[in-house]
C-alpha cells in the first residue's frame, strides 16, 4: 500500500469516527431534550397541582367566610325577631294587666274572669279530682264561681262534675303591692 492509499484509509476512517461522534452527539442531544422536555412537564404539572390546591383551599376559606357571614346575619335576624317577640309580649301583658285592673272594679266581670280561668285549666288537666290554688283575697270569689265553672266544663269535656277542693292552707302569693293588684281584696 502507498502513502495515498493509506491516506486515503485514514481519512476514510477519520470520517467514519467523526459521522459516529456526530451520531452520537445528535443521540445525546434528543435524549437530553426528552429529558428536559419531560422533566419541564412534570415540573409544570406540580406548579398546576399546588396552583390548584392553592385556589381549593381560598375557595374553601372563601366559602366558610360566606358560612360565618351568613350564620352571623341569620343569628341577628333570629335576635332581632326574638327582641321584637319580646317587645310584643311585655306590651301584651301590660295589656292584659291594665285589662284585668278595669275587669277588677267590676265584681261580676272578675268573677266571670275567674270561672273562665278555671273551666280553662280543668279543660287542660282532664282530671277527675283538682285541688285548686287561689289568692286568699280571691277565696270567697272562687267558691261563689265554682259550681258554675264545673258545669261548664263538664258541658264542654262531655265528662261528669269534677271534685274540685280549694287548697285552704297554701294560697297563690299576693302581689307585692297594690298598683300591681289584678282583683279586689275585700
Given at each position: 500500500?502507498?502513502?495515498?492509499?493509506?491516506?486515503?484509509?485514514?481519512q476514510?476512517?477519520?470520517?467514519?469516527?467523526?459521522?459516529?461522534?456526530?451520531?452520537?452527539?445528535?443521540?445525546i442531544?434528543v435524549?437530553?431534550?426528552e429529558?428536559?422536555?419531560?422533566?419541564?412537564?412534570?415540573?409544570?404539572?406540580?406548579?398546576?397541582?399546588?396552583?390548584?390546591?392553592?385556589y381549593?383551599?381560598?375557595e374553601?376559606?372563601?366559602?366558610?367566610?360566606?358560612?360565618?357571614?351568613?350564620?352571623?346575619?341569620?343569628?341577628?335576624?333570629?335576635?332581632?325577631v326574638?327582641?321584637?317577640?319580646?317587645?310584643?309580649?311585655?306590651?301584651?301583658?301590660?295589656?292584659?294587666g291594665?285589662?284585668?285592673?278595669?275587669v277588677?272594679?267590676?265584681v261580676?266581670a272578675?268573677?266571670?274572669?275567674?270561672?273562665g280561668?278555671i273551666?280553662?285549666?280543668?279543660?287542660?288537666?282532664?282530671?277527675?279530682s283538682?285541688?285548686?290554688?287561689c289568692?286568699?283575697?280571691d277565696?270567697?270569689?272562687?267558691?261563689?264561681?265554682?259550681d258554675?265553672?264545673k258545669?261548664?266544663?263538664?258541658?264542654?269535656a262531655?265528662?261528669?262534675?269534677p271534685?274540685?277542693?280549694?287548697?285552704?292552707?297554701?294560697?297563690?302569693?299576693?302581689?307585692k303591692?297594690a298598683?300591681?293588684?289584678h282583683?279586689?281584696?275585700w
Amino acid at each position: 500500500m502507498n502513502d495515498a492509499d493509506v491516506g486515503k484509509q485514514i481519512q476514510q476512517m477519520v470520517r467514519f469516527i467523526l459521522q459516529e461522534a456526530e451520531e452520537k452527539a445528535s443521540e445525546i442531544s434528543v435524549a437530553a431534550e426528552e429529558e428536559f422536555n419531560i422533566e419541564k412537564l412534570q415540573l409544570v404539572e406540580s406548579e398546576k397541582r399546588r396552583i390548584r390546591q392553592d385556589y381549593e383551599r381560598k375557595e374553601k376559606q372563601v366559602n366558610v367566610g360566606r358560612k360565618i357571614e351568613y350564620s352571623t346575619q341569620l343569628n341577628a335576624a333570629r335576635i332581632k325577631v326574638l327582641h321584637a317577640q319580646d317587645v310584643v309580649v311585655v306590651e301584651m301583658k301590660e295589656d292584659a294587666g291594665k285589662g284585668l285592673l278595669r275587669v277588677t272594679k267590676d265584681v261580676n266581670a272578675y268573677r266571670k274572669v275567674l270561672r273562665g280561668l278555671i273551666v280553662q285549666s280543668l279543660l287542660r288537666l282532664r282530671e277527675p279530682s283538682v285541688v285548686l290554688r287561689c289568692r286568699e283575697a280571691d277565696r270567697g270569689h272562687v267558691e261563689l264561681v265554682l259550681d258554675a265553672a264545673k258545669k261548664e266544663y263538664a258541658e264542654k269535656a262531655k265528662v261528669n262534675l269534677p271534685r274540685i277542693l280549694i287548697d285552704g292552707r297554701v294560697y297563690l302569693p299576693p302581689l307585692k303591692n297594690a298598683r300591681d293588684a289584678h282583683g279586689p281584696s275585700w
